[in-house]
């Protein structure tokens, strides 16, 4: 199961607290967490597409451009499945409190949908494939 962060507030942000800033270790574990996932798609057989960075350092502050491809390797992700409900914007700009929770919450949700297909899915073989309706 990931650990993600979803209830960011904005008194999080006013306080300029862990949950406030949004900063390597962010950026480290939305990456790791894409990664899990990456791997849960890929024995569920409906990999998810998406590269992340997991080596952001304390202190390193990302340009714009690799927070846009940041943001568009998520939608990526996102885009794997119909419709998971988790908005986000079109670029990085803007970025606060509640597109970071939503972020994280795409990945909570991707992993909830996998475990419904493995929960549902029906095995067959080529006699029995349909259930009680011979093919």
């Known amino acids: 199961m990931l650990n993600l962060v979803t209830d960011r507030t904005k008194a999080d942000v006013l306080r300029e607290n862990e949950k406030g800033t949004y900063n390597a270790s962010d950026l480290n574990r939305v990456g790791e967490a894409a990664a899990y996932i990456k791997e849960l798609t890929i024995r569920a057989g409906y990999p998810v597409v998406g590269v992340f960075r997991t080596d952001?350092?304390?202190?390193?502050?990302?340009?714009?451009?690799?927070?846009?491809?940041?943001?568009?390797q998520v939608r990526k992700c996102r885009d794997c499945f119909i419709d998971l409900g988790i908005p986000l914007p079109d670029t990085i700009d803007g970025l606060d409190f509640i597109v970071a929770n939503n972020i994280e919450k795409l990945f909570v949700e991707?992993?909830?949908?996998?475990?419904?297909?493995?929960?549902?899915?029906?095995?067959c073989g080529t006699t029995d494939c349909g259930g009680d309706i011979l093919l």
């Open 56 to 72: 952001w350092r304390e202190g390193e502050i990302p340009l714009s451009d690799e927070m846009n491809y940041y943001l568009e």
């Open 110 to 123: 991707i992993e909830k949908t996998i475990v419904k297909i493995g929960k549902t899915k029906i095995y």
